[in-house]
């Protein structure tokens, strides 16, 4: 009995110690200036502070200005609504090379910046589909583009690869760009009917073509 008490007291004083030596080791660090981990919300508001991903945080915030823009009844809501697209367009081109250049890549702003391109872009083509500017045919296509490439760019994520940007991708983009700012400006511009009919034709094709490009490129994934 009085051995079983020993052994008791033995351990609880060896417990007793070890959390000493470590409030020890903790108030050493501490003095020594060593930074505790950084919180998950700490992280988070740093990840917004960096230009880059403030800029993807604007264009998410003009897309339901530009909807509610192009939804509208009032004389300039076309060109106001083509104005404000342009500048979350370019938002889209600034983040990435800003990012790149001052080396403020973040998860965040990975995550951020393709939600808040497909969200724009799905935006301006619905409202456009609903007032008939564009057919729907067009749409389908550029929407199941993008999930496919999502859906491709998620199975190569989990094995640790990410995709780069390419020509056609590039392409692509450009070429949406061109065709949204035509289809809503030859709503007020009807001279422009004819360049947004074309403009169709290129985006549809660049939309294609980088989708096979994609599946091509990266076709080991799902074969």
Known sequence: ?????????????GDLSSRRDGFDRRRAGAAAGVPAPPAAGAAFVRSLLVLP?????????????????????FSTHDQLGAGLYAIAAT?????????????????????LDPLADKL?????????????????????????REFLITGLRTIAATQGVV????????????????????????RPYPVLHEAAIAAIVLAVTATVLSGLDYLWRYRHFVI
């Open 1 to 13: 009995m009085a051995r079983s008490l020993s052994a008791g007291a033995g351990h609880h004083r």
């Open 53 to 73: 991903n403030q800029l993807t945080v604007l264009r998410l915030l003009l897309i339901p200005v530009i909807g509610v823009a192009l939804s509208a009844s």
């Open 91 to 111: 938002t889209d081109t600034l983040d990435g090379q800003i990012a790149r250049r001052r080396r403020q890549v973040t998860r965040l702003g990975k995550f």
């Open 120 to 144: 724009l872009v799905i935006t301006v083509l619905a409202v456009l589909v609903s007032s008939s500017a564009i057919p729907a045919w067009v749409v389908v296509v550029i929407v199941a």
């Open 163 to 186: 995709f780069g940007s390419s020509p056609w991708g590039k392409s692509k983009t450009l070429s949406q760009n061109l065709m949204i700012g035509l289809l809503v400006l030859q």
